[in-house]
């Protein structure tokens, strides 16, 4: 990129940075771009995020002034051409694809089929786009949109959609599981359809022959963004209802979920980027029966049982695991003995160990949005997911066990986890 160009976009994004140092901002905002453009690219989301982020700031509000962008749009337009070209270059073959091997281990031949054709259109696209520059005649730009496969994509993106969200609610693992394929698979689509109609938009708007159809490119990006925000909301949002998905879902194990959020700037909810959450000192106990808590009692292997008294057995501290904030994966960590974590026994009772546990002492926490104060949870470990923790009752006491029953669940594995 050279100095002239550098000094006209300096000059179109400073509008853009409405608080601060306009000019310094748009000229780091210049900095950015022309490094993108080099063709050492590592991060591709991260790239992505800071564009679209760029084009969102360009079209909010009112209708953008003809030719006020033109080199900006034009330096996107590179952008966006090498990172669809990198993304597509380190796609692994068909038959390597995690996803799609899922989908076939799901016995779903059918929709792994038109999912590798939606995709390949949307690259075979986005090559075509390529190669529209500036000098591209009229009568090609005005009907750009038509090269965009818009059936194709708004109905597999809603076949998905549809089969995720019914899935959503089962109470069987691998109906959850499959439903965490068919979501990973509708944000990997999604946010190249996003790219792609980015892509249209640039190249329409830097050409001004046709407002009208450009407005309706750019109406197509904003409902495409509304509905993949319903799907992350409908995907977030916990009820009983969705308890075992929620169990199963791991957001780090759906990376293309995460990239979306990224993208999108997009911020869930969780206890595990909750700093204060996580500093605390707590309670555990029951909803139900609150006078019953966990305890970490003295006696066979630090077992632990349902207590109602208030003594520094009953404190717990959770220990979010590295890497896995985002997922609500914790240690549960006695705070009178720091050094013991509560774990679950083959056989389902918990004890506790005097050093970090495995899969039996890492625990996804599933807190509920309910209108009840304080909020309720449910616990279970890696190792068995959906062996909720609930109140065991045995000869007149009670323990801390684990229950793959969801009438147990609702009635006596409910929790509520209090700051002391």
């Not at 306009?22 to 000229?27: D, H, N, S, V």
């Not at 597999?156 to 499959?178: D, H, Y």
């Amino acid at each position: 990129m050279d100095k002239t160009t550098k000094e006209r976009l300096v000059k179109e994004l400073r509008v853009l940075f409405v608080n601060g140092n306009t000019e310094k901002l748009a000229k780091e905002a210049v900095k950015e771009l022309s490094e993108f453009t080099g063709t050492d690219i590592t991060d591709i989301f991260q790239k992505l995020t800071y564009v679209v982020d760029l084009l969102s700031k360009l079209t909010e509000g009112s209708a953008i002034v003809p030719n006020s962008f033109n080199v900006s749009l034009s330096a996107i337009s590179v952008v966006f051409k090498i990172l669809g070209t990198k993304l597509k270059s380190s796609s692994p073959p068909v038959e390597k694809d995690a996803t799609f091997l899922a989908l076939l281990r799901y016995q779903n031949s059918e929709l792994k089929a038109e999912a590798v054709g939606l995709e390949d259109l949307l690259f075979t696209t986005h090559a075509y786009l390529n190669e529209i520059d500036e000098h591209a005649h009229e009568s090609v730009v005005i009907r750009l949109e038509e090269r965009f496969p818009t059936n194709d994509t708004v109905r597999f993106l809603g076949k998905l959609k549809a089969k995720a969200q019914e899935l959503l609610t089962t109470s069987e693992i691998p109906s959850a599981r499959r439903a965490s394929v068919y979501i990973n698979l509708y944000f990997r689509l999604a946010i190249l359809r996003t790219m792609v109609l980015w892509q249209v938009f640039c190249i329409k708007e830097r050409s001004g022959y046709d407002e009208a159809s450009t407005r309706a490119v750019l109406a197509m990006i904003n409902e495409g963004q509304k509905s993949d925000l319903e799907v992350v909301r409908y995907v977030t949002e916990t009820s009983f209802q969705k308890v075992v998905f929620h169990t199963i879902f791991h957001p780090t194990e759906n990376e293309n979920f995460l990239h979306f959020l990224q993208i999108q700037q997009y911020w869930i909810p969780n206890i595990g980027q909750d700093l204060s959450f996580c500093r605390q000192t707590h309670y555990i106990r029951s909803s139900k029966k609150p006078e019953i808590k966990f305890e970490r009692t003295s006696m066979l292997g630090g077992r632990i049982r349902g207590g109602s008294d208030m003594s520094s057995d009953c404190k717990f501290q959770l220990e979010p695991l590295k890497k896995r904030r985002v997922d609500n994966v914790f240690y549960i960590r006695s705070a009178k003995s720091p050094g013991h974590y509560v774990y679950m026994h083959d056989g389902g009772n918990c004890f506790s160990a005097s050093h970090r546990p495995g899969p039996e002492g890492q625990w996804k926490i599933v807190q509920f949005e309910n209108d009840k104060s304080p909020p309720q949870y449910v616990l279970s470990p890696l190792k068995w997911p959906c062996r909720f923790l609930f109140m065991k009752s045995f000869l007149g006491s009670i323990s801390i066990a684990g229950t793959y029953s969801s009438k147990e669940t609702k009635d006596k594995g409910l929790w509520e986890i209090l700051d002391l």
